[in-house]
Structures are given as C-alpha cells and as structure tokens.
Nanobody
C-alpha cells in the first residue's frame, strides 16, 4: 500500500499562489489514480482534481483554470499548483490514491469514497 504525506500549505494573501506536494512511499503513483480534495470548516470534503496513471487530468469547476495537478517524473510526488487564491480556498487540503484504478473512466473518480489511501492534510489559509 502507499503512504501519502502532504506539504506546502501555509498562509497566503488573496490573489497569491501556493504549490502543494504529496510525497508517496511504499508504492509508485503510476499504479493509481491520484486526487486532491479539500475540506473547509463545517463543509463536506470537496473534490478538486484528479490525474490518471497516464497523465489525464480533470478539475472541479471551482478550480478550473486556477489549479494545476501534476506528478513528478519519478512517480513519487503529486503536486497541486494553486494560483489566484481567494478567501474561499481556505481549507485543509488532502491528496488521495484510488486503489484498483489507473485511468479516469466511468467510475466516480470525483468522489472521496472511491479513494483508498489518504494523507494527513495540509492547511491552506488565504487572507485579505
């Protein structure tokens, strides 16, 4: 199984940028569909983006055009480049791996229940 550890969170001003990283150990990310989620206080966990084993990507409307998901060439790091951050982006951000899936297809890759392994999360706070 894969272990995931997020980093790169912090405080940023409205309109700023951050890049989150998710370091994988115990397995290669090429075996999984990977996703980024976030959870704000009092809200449900929200899907943001996913990337398949071959690099196909998908984004939620709320982040499309502002966030970019990618993987490192060694398939042991997942990234989320976040630009034009707003107060509404304040949340704990999680990376996750979906066991048994390598491609984005007809399964519900945009729901948290489909993901097996999760990191501990990293806090992102956007201030005015």
């Amino acid at each position: 199984q894969v272990q995931l550890v997020e980093s790169g969170g912090g405080s940023v001003q409205d309109g700023g940028s951050l890049t989150l990283s998710c370091l994988a150990s115990g397995d290669t990310l090429s075996r999984y569909v990977m996703g980024w989620f976030r959870q704000a206080p009092g809200k449900e966990r929200e899907w943001l983006s996913s990337i398949s084993a071959i690099g196909n990507t998908a984004y939620a409307d709320s982040v499309k055009g502002r966030f970019t998901i990618s993987k490192g060439s060694a398939n042991d790091n997942l990234y989320l480049q976040m630009n034009s951050l707003t107060l509404e982006d304040t949340a704990i951000y999680y990376c996750a791996a979906a066991a048994g899936y390598r491609y984005l297809g007809s399964w519900k890759w945009y729901t948290a229940d489909e993901y097996t392994y999760w990191g501990q999360g990293t806090q992102v706070t956007v201030s005015s």
